[in-house]
């Protein structure tokens, strides 16, 4: 049944009485129009996933389109920004409705539905992307929870002491999972998908059916090179007021990063994953504006007058986009619509008093910062005393408690996970490396090959498996799991050299070769170093999810300033809270280096080898800095210490032979550069410096 302004507006649509309208003054006035996904022209399409992301057909899209172009001034990315001045906005000179047309997340039908109409009709747009969705072709947690228990075939299931009937109440279900996803805080929710799995005896949705359902960069380049901005919906789309402003921050670093790495272009804008008022925080806006962006965007708050825009907070509404009828009504009579009302209703749903278990929780990561394992242990203890379904404080006890050498305290917590949930990949992970730090090496093996089994995409249990294949001589087995995590990581060049290495010397020596264990350690650690490795693996945890993501691309990139000292100022929050983690302080130095602040990123290279004495990566660039500014005799003691673990970088042999050559040791120099060259037969600088030592001699 139609409410009263949608049988308004279609009277007034059906009868050409919109019209009048348009000759109302609406200058002062900014409506920016909020879709997500289109659907085809069939009647009987449907979905496995989430039917409420769909907010009309090709059809309808291509009539809202045409009637906007003909009674709107439709407005790009580009002229927002050109009528910003000095932080204020300055209203076109028309009299004209001004609308901007946006589209979230990163699904496909935005570039086989939606784009051709806007390309037919020379229509700009925004198109504002979740980046993980995109990278690892996984739907979005919304579209997961729907595909869950629409297939579900029980009556009803229980989750966390509650009963959810499933015959004509699944959308009541559907949304209270979804509500909890939004409301929740991120360490309540991590593994919420894959509980819902388990409850609802029903396998999630397999990677082909996901895959085929998203935008891929190719896609998202060509849309960007005809009138479409491409802007960041952040990260994970994680809600935002379910985050600390550090996670925030990362969200929308990594998430800028990431597209600026794929499209070769600045990203300017940032739309907030289910931006309604109370979904961000106090923060949001200040952290959206140190990440680099220029605008952002929030959802369903309403019109914008010209004059009161907030750079940080554009309203935006996905609501009454159904019919031609409501948009031409909501462009031309926008204050018939009334926002205010439902925010207040939304608000008053929400349930913000943390749990004793969330304080718990909080105190034993604040303990793991300060590097005090002991009242870490005590406080997730408490944590899970409160709750013991708390999966993520159960997860950060064991691990803790196996850093503390307290072994079987910790295989009991993190099995009583798995009696739960017999197939969580990450809990035999963890267990491996627990089993390793205490030295039972084959249940490593075993507890880490499950984990492969389980997710064959988990690229950091491939690696520590090698490790151990290493360890066991299996070393054809290790060069397998090196090859297989290259696969999952292409773009990865440290790797796919390692594995070229390792296919020589294979070739050179054969299948028995010790060789390949330098190989392992220059890239992941030893087993001798498996302690250091659950130092690392609690620290990340507490730390962030994305941190292993953010630290690759920033090693790997070239970024503008801007971007630069954006992350600069995530990792100094990082330092802040871990000041004991190598990491950070080799993070800070690659930065830095970056910046060409040469002092800073010795000082940082400095701390992190303080830290972490075999930290390969920190040594090789304080000995690559110290080298170009010419301090040869400091450098060459980082590089003997370099050499003791035989590393296979044909770089660091030819940089210790031009080092050596300036401090006139031309035997050692002859011997590195030769060293350099049996590596690399045709690496024309080693063979340079050789030419060279060769004329001293």
Known sequence: MKGKKELLADILFNSHLVGLFKRLPLRNKLIILNYHRIRPNDPQFSTPFDDGVYNLDADEFARQVKWLKSNTQIMSEKDLLDHKQDGFFIAPKTSAPCVVITFDDGYLDTYTLAYPILKYYEVPAILFVATQMVRDRQMAWWDVIAYLIKRCAKPFIRFGGRQFPLGDERKEAIAFFLLRMKQEKYEHTKYLLSELSEACEVALPAPELQDKEILAWKEIREMAQHHIAIGSHTHTHRVLSTLSPAAQKEEMILSKLMIEENLGQPVLSISYPVGEPHYITVETSVIASVSGYLLGFTTNTGVNDWKSIQPYGVKRTARLLEKVSTVSLLTVLPGLFSWDSAASAQIKRMETHPTYADAYYRLGVIHLGQGKIEQAISSFQQAVDSNPDYTEARIKLGISQGFAGRYDEAKKNLSVILEKRPSFADIYYYL????????????????????????????DAILKLGVLY???????????????????????????????????????????????????????????????????????????????????????????????????????????????????HYMLGILYKKLYQNQDAERCFRESIRLNPNYVKARLNLFNLLKEQGRFQEAIEHGYALERFNLLYPGLYCGLAETCLELARYEEAEKFAGKAIAMRPAYQRAQQVLQRIRERL
Do not use: W
């Open 432 to 459: 491996g490396i627990i089993h390793a730090s205490n030295k039972q090496i084959l249940l490593a093996v075993q507890d880490l090959e499950k984990a492969v089994t389980i997710n064959p995409a988990y690229k």
């Open 470 to 584: 290493c360890q066991q001589q299996q070393y054809t087995l290790a060069l397998t799991m090196l090859e297989r995590a290259s696969r999952l990581d292409p773009p990865d060049q440290d790797l796919l050299a390692l594995v070229e290495a390792g296919r020589n010397i294979i070739a050179a020596h054969g299948d028995e070769s010790s060789d390949l264990v330098p190989l392992f350690a220059s890239y992941v650690g030893n087993s001798d170093q498996i302690d250091e490795l659950v130092k690392g693996f609690v620290t990340h945890l507490s730390i962030s999810p994305n941190l292993n993501d953010i630290m690759a691309i920033v090693e790997k990139g070239a970024f503008p300033r801007d971007n630069l000292e954006s992350l600069l100022l995530l990792f100094q929050d990082y330092k802040a809270i871990f000041p004991e983690y190598s990491d950070i």
